[in-house]
């Protein structure tokens, strides 16, 4: 894999957090689908392809009891992500440059095995080396998560693909070949005159993801040297020879599951037998790309619904906002979907978790006297992504306190661009004002924070008059003063504050 090592050295890849891989989420699946997982907060996680440590780091900061260990093959990314590991001084978690295809990690096993964005990207004997070791390190009762590319839908990207790779070859590094990528897509797509809707369609796909993403992901996700999409069936029988089980889909929405999506059920199970067959079928009539697929140690519990009776244990959080009235008819909306119900139970529970903010409640927290009620309705808000659904509280304070104290993750994050990880393991996109103050929230107190983050403010150009000059400095600390309430309690409603 020495080739594929270079290139991520070359066009690092970088690494954020990957919000459906983090353990408290993993065993709120494992539970519903009958898996007894270890506890998220001491917990043995090992990451395969951790590139430099986006996901993991945060993981760690979050759970201080739990320990991570994070392999990659590209030495600058392991490097990267150290220099971060020991600047945020944290001790348990391992960042170490190693091939999964020799990798031994020494004593196992591991409660949590993360796999994202590798699987599909290596080549083949690795990849069958990758569920080998997740067959040998997993502890009984773990949950591993393994993301990939799938069919039917990456037939009609592997045609853009295949043009993209073809017309790029020998164009020197990766970053020159993603600059005549990028306007090979162009001239292609503005020129072929296609007759095929789907072939138009699947280039003006392509050419919205490139207006979108940056370098790196695009070259490693088109132009890498592997990429390979497969069946979700034959991944399941892959992984069984390894003694491994799909359990479910990490985002659940994405599964056929009769009690939430009875309709869609029955137009399964008329060509479907099993779960697993109605999950390929499912990825036929969804045109379906990419997976993240939760694996257990086989034989799995074998349940093809979730069971409401686990709702008793976990927590649970919302982005879900009301929008009108209040009682029948009440309506939610939120970056995931909207909602309107006039089930008074729902109701009280969604107003219950939209005012717990960052904070995760328990069922009976929600709706007390009638969680019998209750189960049904929360269960469909899970089941379609409305609710996240998590082992535990989320570890973040909802409230800044006098002397407030930011995530030291985030703290950090704020240096390396607009985009940084909360305590709930979001990524967060923060305007260039809100970072600065986040900087300065390392427990000093409020009227430290204010002088120095007028002066920041000031030095940055963020704080002008009206006519565009520099203030004075008692102007500047009371305009920092007068707003700073308001902007505290934004950032602990996004888990950015600790406890």
Known sequence: MSGTAATYDDLPYGSLAVRE????RLAAVALLFGVEAPSPETARVLELGCAEGGNLLPMAVAAPGATFLGIDLSARQIDTGEARRAALGLTNVTLRVADVAAFDPGAGPFDYVVAHGLYSWVPEPVAEALL????RLLAPGGVAFVSYNTYPGWHLRGLVRDLLVRGTAGDGSPAEQIARARELLAFVTANARDRSPAYGEVL???SSQFARYDDARLFHEWLEGDNRPVWFLDFAARASRHGLAPLADARLAAMPMGRVKPDVDDILSSRASGRLEKEQLLDVLRNRTFRQTLLVRAPAPGREEPDPAALDRLHFTTELEPVSGAGPGTSFKGPSGSLSTDNPHLVSALR????????????????????DELRPALLRCVATGLVEARVGDVPCSAAAGDAPVASPFARAGTAEGPIVTSLAHHNV????????LLRELDGRPRSEVVRSLAESLVREGLLTTSDGKTPPEADARAAVAGRLDDALASLARLAMLVR
């Open 204 to 206: 003006r796909d392509a």
């Open 132 to 135: 080998a070791l997740i067959g």
């Open 352 to 371: 219950a978790l939209h005012e717990a903010v960052p904070r995760a409640l328990p069922l009976a927290a929600l709706s007390p006297g009638s969680a």
């Open 429 to 436: 996109g923060l305007d260039p004002a809100v970072r600065l």
């Open 21 to 24: 891989s983090h353990p408290a």
